[in-house]
Each structure stands twice: as C-alpha cells, then as structure tokens.
C-alpha cells in the first residue's frame, strides 16, 4: 500500500497530507485500494481547473493537464485522511466514476459535472444538480464569463 | 399540507374532470417553465434501471449487495397505483427550498429524489473573486444557522497554507463561540423539528432560547448572524466586558430548559411514537453514503472531529461524543438534545480556562494594525492600507481543512496560486453530502412521516446550494 502514496507534503505542518496522483487509468482502481485499505468514506470529491494557475508542484512523472479531480478519503479506524488527485485533460474531461466504490460520490460527482463539466463515466444519474436543466457552460471553469447575464429566468433576453 | 402537492401525474390530461382543455394547456404552460428536466423524478418506464435503482435507496449500489437485494426490486413495474407528487420546493417544512420528488403507493412513499439549486448562488465562484481578508463574509452565508463555523474553517484552511500560529487566546475565542453556536444551531433544529411534528410550544421555546445566544453574539460581533467575527489571523475583535457573565446566564438557562424539553417531548407518547422507528439507517449505510454528523452518530459510529482528529485545542477539553443506536429519528433527536448539554460543558471549561493575551496574530502582514496606531505611525497606515485593498499574499498550496459543524462534516478546499485571492474554494458542505441519505430514510415509510424524517436530516439550503 505504502508504494501507492507519494509523501507530498501540500502545505506546511499538521496539514500535511498524503497525496496520490494517480493516472487516470488507475484512478478507479486507486480508490477502490484505498476502500479495501480501510478508507470507509469518501468525505470529498470536487474538480479544480488549472487554466490559469501559473504553475504547480506535482511529483515527477505527473503530466499535469487542465483539470484536476481531488477526492479526499476518511479512515475511521485509523484517522487518517488521504488525498486523491488525478489529471483531466481539457480536450477529453471524462474520468471513471467512484459512484460504484463510494456510493456517497454520487452528489458529489453530479456537483462537479454540474460545474466543472468533468463527465463521470459509469455514473448512473449524471445530470446538472444546482444550475437548471437547460443551462449552458459550466460556471465554475475559469474561462466561463461571469456578469454577462443580469438575470436567469427563462425569458431573459441575450446569449447565457 | 395538500396545498402545496401538486400532482403532476394529471398534467394536461384532457380527461381530468378537474382540468379542462384550456386549464391543461395553461398547467402545461406552467409545468414546461418550472420543469428541470432530467434533474426531476420521472416515470418508471422513462427511468433508466441503474438510476431507478438508486432512486429505490441508494445503498442498493453497494458492493456488498447492501440490505436490499436488487433483484427484489420491481423495476419494470408499470400499474396506475403509483402517484409521482411533488413535495415543495416552497412547503413551509422542507427548511427552505428543498423539493422533494415522492413516488408514493397510496400512503407509502416508494422511490424519493430530492431536486436541489434552487438557492445556488455561486458561492465558490464568488469566493475566487475576493481576498482571503473579504472571504469571510461570503462564506459564512453559507450555512447560515452556523456562520461562525464556516468562517472557522475558512480561516483554518487560510492559516494552514499561511503556517501561521495562533495566539492561545484567539484559539479559544474561536472554541467558546463554535460551540455557542452548536448550542443556538441545535435548538434552532429543535424548533423547527418540534414545529414540522406540530409541537409549537417547542417552536417558541427553541427560538425563544436562541435569541439569547444571538444577543450575546451581537454583543461580541456586532451582529445576530453572518458575523465576519473568526477571520484569518485570529477574531475580529476581543470578547466585550462582562462577557463571562453573559455566557454563564446562557449556561445556566440552556441548560435548566433542556431538562423542561426533556418533559415536553422526550417521554411524551406521541412524539416517540412519531420518531422511534422512523427513518432508520445503519452504519453500513450512513458510511457509504459518506454521512457524517449527528447522523453518522446515531447510527452508533462514534465519530467526532472534535475528538478524533482535533482542531483548535479540543484535545484539551473533557465532553463526551454522543452516540445513538438505532439510527432512527428518536436518536437523532436525542444526539442534538445531549449535545447541546455536552457544548454548555465545552463552554464552561473554555470560560474557566480563557487564557489572556492577543486576540488575533500580531503579523501586520495578515492582520491590521490597532486603530490607534493608525494615527501615529506611518507604516501601521500601510500596512492597514494593503491589508483592506490587495490582501495578503498567501503561498502557493493546497490544503483540506475539516472541521465538526453542528451537521457534521465541514471541510474546505483551499487551493492557493501565490495571490491574495484563492485559485479556488470548495467548501464540503455536510448538509449537501447528508442529504443522499434521504431517499433512503424515506423509503417503506409514510408520506406523513417523510416531513419529520426531512427534518431529522436537518439540510440548511444556503449550504446544499451554495
């Protein structure tokens, strides 16, 4: 188990947490390691999108890509937390969903296909849950224009 | 209650007596402009089996198998005696604008889907758009029955990417007032889930006691709620005169009212029959749907961050962690009761050990200068100039902070690109995350029980939407 974590060290002190990168091929089978290693609940999944970060520490040998899915995993019994992070290129956001390891994913994963527009492969309900329906782009993307639309009723005039 | 369940199931149906031609087209009409689509509950035959699956109780997608086999449920299921109704999202006991989707035979509800964003404001989209000095304010609207302790987490997430350490006093400033204010959000949910079973004595009483923790917090804050009081670097301000007096006074009466609750609803027959029983879950089942908080708690896990993985210094601190076992609203009820007894204990001791000394770092690069100092030393005005404009800088990083908010788990993601301003704020709301148990909860129980279960959950919309 210990060869799967890279001790990365994302900030200073107590915070200090045990980071994995894995590819995302290995993504789902990553997570599902960490279930069977005792890691009961999944606490957090959310999406990052790096477009315009100027630049970020990853281990050697993580290509990094636009976007990031970050999950974070709880051990009850040994205390412990552990952070999943794994690189969604931009031209193909489609990751593995964890819906199937963690049930508890699923508004989780919703939340982030709702806002960041990473598609869960395998997930059984992948639709918007905060934005409507009928809602174009996905605001939490750096590149989304904000304060274009004064208001969002369906009858509003002007482009979303 | 039956105002507000609008049968959808009738809509534009020519043949309904109720519901002619030209008040079908007009249902239509409105149906069409209200619809979210695939977002909402639909038929059987249009349902996908994966998704109707999970709508059947979540835990159904188990890898053990979970309690109920999938093969016992009725997917193709296809008779007139189901009715989808519709379940808010404006019902006075969804606790805001939550909307239910039931799918009920007869009385029974079958399959639930709770239809969330109606109160989403982009609350993380806001936040990369201000400092880590404004963040606050945005965040704390978040959960807005326990401001103080998503400005809590916030700043911790902030201190940690800053490695900034506190001065003791602002630590305990920053316990007392948490746990103030699990006391005055648990009675809030007192309250409320004596109203939605229709105890309105306990709706004046658990308002009535709440009030007196939002005087003390406008003493200390300046306001009742969303108090921008725990920011960065320490708390906005001391803790006023006489502060002492105050809280014991909150103690003393909290805690002599929870034994009159105790009386009013604890042993009275019709509020256990309406709770024991109801909406049970077990640890299995919370665990997987990712629960945490006082229903992680009553199904006899006894997790507490407060005393698992500790913050602040509550590992410094003598409270017990309050388990049920059923997993039933009735224990639910009575984790919120014992906890509030539990707080008063936390409060006490952190009013007896208060320890003097700063309230907030003194790094003029994170916190302003005293206004005073303002008006004699040039370097202060800069200082207190940069702070309010550009903020600080905080280095680069990524961090996940969590802590115990009254609905379990609070956690933010903090990602840092060297600004003032963060790349990116997620906050894990545990009202967002506890909600998935629902579906389950209500599964085989009555429509009338599903407002009590709801309430048991107890989801505060401005923190599922965010």
Redesign the interface.
């Known amino acids: 188990m210990t060869a799967l974590l890279p001790e990365v060290p994302s900030a200073p002190g107590r915070h200090a947490a045990e980071v994995a990168f894995p590819d995302r091929e290995h993504y789902a089978a990553q997570v599902a390691a960490y279930r069977d290693a005792g890691f009961e609940l999944c606490a957090d999944l959310c999406a990052v999108d790096y477009l315009t970060h100027p630049g970020r520490h990853l281990p050697d040998g993580v290509e990094p890509e636009r976007f990031e899915v970050v999950v974070n995993l709880l051990s009850l019994s040994q205390k412990r937390r552990v952070r999943v992070r794994v690189q969604v290129p931009e031209s193909d956001p489609v990751v593995d969903s964890v819906v199937g390891i963690y049930p508890g994913a699923d508004a989780m994963e919703r939340e982030a296909y709702d806002l960041m527009g990473i598609v869960f492969r395998g997930h059984p309900d992948l639709t918007r849950i905060l934005m409507p329906e009928d809602w174009e782009g996905h605001p939490l993307r750096k590149d989304y224009g904000v304060g274009r639309v004064p208001v969002q009723f369906k009858e509003a005039p002007g482009p979303r | 209650m039956t105002d507000d369940l609008f049968v959808a199931g009738t809509t534009g149906d020519p043949a309904d007596p109720a519901d002619g031609p030209a008040g079908g087209v007009r249902t239509a009409a409105r149906v069409a402009?209200t619809?979210?689509?695939?977002?909402e509950l639909l038929e059987r035959p249009a349902t996908?089996p994966?998704?109707l699956?999970?709508e059947l109780g979540?835990?159904l997608?188990?890898?053990e198998g979970g309690v109920l086999d999938p093969g016992d449920i009725d997917v193709e299921r296809r008779d007139d005696e189901t009715m989808i109704i519709n379940m808010g999202p404006q019902h006075p006991s969804t606790h805001g604008v939550l909307r239910l989707m039931l799918e009920l035979d007869g009385e029974t509800v079958l399959r639930t889907k709770p239809v969330?964003?109606y109160l989403?404001t982009?609350m993380?989209?806001t936040g990369e758009?201000l400092t880590y000095v404004q963040g606050a304010t945005n965040v704390t609207r978040m959960d807005y029955l326990s401001p103080l302790n998503n400005e809590l987490v916030f700043s911790l997430a902030t201190e940690?990417?800053l490695?900034v350490e506190l001065p003791p006093r602002a630590v305990w400033i920053r316990m007392l007032m948490s746990e103030l204010q699990r006391v005055s959000s648990h009675l809030m949910w007192m309250a409320t889930n004596g109203m939605d079973l229709g105890s309105t004595s306990m709706m004046i009483y658990g308002f009535r006691e709440r009030e007196m923790v939002l005087t003390f917090f406008e003493k200390a804050t300046g306001l009742r709620m969303n108090h921008n009081y725990i920011r960065p670097g320490g708390v906005a301000a001391d803790l006023p005169d006489g502060w002492e007096d105050d809280v014991e006074v909150i103690c003393e009466t909290v805690l002599a009212r929870t034994y009159e609750y105790d009386e009013l609803l604890t042993g009275q027959p019709i509020f256990r029959e309406r709770t024991e029983g109801i909406g049970n879950l077990s640890a299995e089942e919370a665990?997987?749907?990712?629960?945490?908080g006082p229903i992680l708690r009553s199904t006899g896990?006894p997790?507490d961050l407060r005393r698992?993985?500790p913050y602040l210094a509550y590992d410094q601190l003598d409270f017990d962690v309050i388990v049920g076992t059923y997993g039933d609203n009735f224990d639910r009820y009575s984790i919120r009761l014992n906890e509030i007894r539990e707080s008063i204990r936390i409060i006490r001791q952190v009013a007896e050990r208060m320890p003097p000394g700063d309230y907030r770092v003194q790094d003029r690069k994170v916190t302003p200068p005293p206004r005073a100092r303002i008006d004699e030393s040039m370097e202060a005005l800069i200082h207190h100039f940069k702070v309010f404009t550009e903020g600080f800088r905080v280095p680069?990083?990524?961090?996940?902070?969590?802590i115990e908010s009254p609905r379990g788990?609070l956690?933010c993601?903090l990602?840092s690109?060297?600004t003032s301003k963060p790349?990116?704020m997620?906050i894990?709301g545990p009202s967002?995350?506890n909600?998935?148990t629902v579906p389950l909860l209500l599964r085989g129980g009555l429509i009338a029980d599903a407002v009590a279960v709801v309430s048991s959950v107890d989801p505060v919309m401005g923190e599922v939407?965010?």
């Open positions: 402009e619809s979210e689509g695939a977002q996908p994966a998704e699956r999970r979540a835990v997608r188990l890898p969330i964003g989403h982009g993380e989209k758009e940690a990417l490695d665990l997987a749907l990712s629960a945490t896990v997790w698992t993985m680069e990083g990524e961090v996940y902070v969590a788990e956690g993601l990602v690109d060297g790349y990116r997620h894990r967002f995350v909600l998935q939407d965010r």
